[in-house]
């Protein structure tokens, strides 16, 4: 009877990714005889021909076409098995690994993970970095989910699931001799030092549109990816930061900084970006609903007269 080996499988990819056999031998680190019986064996189990040879390399069969989508497929269940299996390591602990776009509030972050922080039978391993970057890593298995500013596009071989957790408007906020200058926003703004997210944010779009349409021209005195960052200078004085409240709340608790113009034209959103996996991480799920929860709680505070 035949049989499916999974290591032909994987060498089968490789070409059909390369088109080449010397290349796909470098890459697996084999002699291109030995990749050739490889893939010589995954033929006669199939009972098809799955590479025809072309000037310059090798192009796939119509069998060829078909069994690459079935070793996708096999390939994709295979790293899940690995993925469901290592969140539960010895000691009966699970493993949570979070992505978080760089730009993200670390104040809504925290938020976002406490329920998880305070259980003992639960690690968490953070990751930094784009959205893109981080997409590719919850891809390949190394994040169970990816907390981002803005959704994640949809296409069939990677279908995300993005879930909006929180909406929040965006004002200006400095020291507090700032609120006593009672700038007019807009239209006072000409010349007016601040401190803005980068030209990727939806936020700094939409701020300067509101000023530009109004004739004002702030003078831009930083522009600064990370909100850590932008809070830090919005501390120093010298300038009014364009930031959601969440991300400075400890300061304008303490009365470090104070908000100046709330602009409910422009609001930040904060989503969660999951899979689509036969077998989720479950702490993935928890969470995202105990957010639906709070966003619930919100709304009806906000309707109470």
Do not use: C
């Not at 104040?107 to 970095?129: C, K, T, Y």
């Not at 500013?149 to 949809?154: E, L």
């Not at 932008?230 to 300061?251: Q, S, T």
Request: proline residues 7%; aromatic residues 6%.
């Amino acid at each position: 009877m035949p049989f499916l080996n999974y290591h032909h499988l994987r060498y089968f990819r490789f070409i059909a990714k390369e088109l080449n056999l010397t290349r796909a031998a470098e890459k697996l680190h084999l002699s291109v005889p030995a990749l050739s019986i490889q893939l010589k064996q995954l033929e006669e189990s199939l009972g098809h021909p799955l590479f025809e040879r072309v000037r310059g390399g090798l192009d796939l069969t119509e069998a060829g076409r078909i069994a690459l989508g079935y070793a996708e497929e096999i390939a994709r269940n295979g790293e899940e098995l690995l993925d469901v299996m290592q969140h539960r390591p010895q000691g009966g602990r699970m493993i949570l690994r979070v992505g978080a776009v760089a730009t993200l509030s670390r104040n809504f972050q925290l938020e976002f993970l406490r329920p998880a922080l305070h259980r003992e039978d639960v690690e968490i391993v953070i990751r930094s970095g784009t959205q893109r970057d981080l997409l590719v890593s919850m891809h390949a298995h190394e994040v169970d989910l990816v907390l981002s500013n803005q959704p994640a596009r949809r296409d069939a071989g990677r279908p995300w699931h993005s879930h909006l957790l929180a909406e929040q408007p965006v004002s200006l906020v400095g020291v507090p001799e700032w609120k006593k200058k009672r700038l007019r926003f807009p239209g006072g703004f000409r010349d007016v030092p601040v401190i803005l997210p980068s030209m990727e944010s939806n936020t700094r779009a939409a701020f300067d549109r509101i000023t530009t349409a109004a004739g004002a021209h702030p003078r831009l005195m930083a522009e600064v990816d990370d909100m850590a960052m932008l809070r830090l200078l919005a501390r120093e004085g010298e300038g009014l930061a364009l930031v959601p409240p969440v991300v400075v709340k400890d300061e304008i608790e303490s009365g470090a900084l104070v908000e100046t113009h709330r602009i409910p034209q422009i609001s930040e959103t904060f989503y969660a970006i999951t899979p689509s996996r036969r077998f989720p991480n479950p702490l993935v799920g928890e969470l995202v609903g105990h957010m639906a929860g709070l966003k619930r709680i919100r709304r009806k505070t906000t309707r109470k007269p």
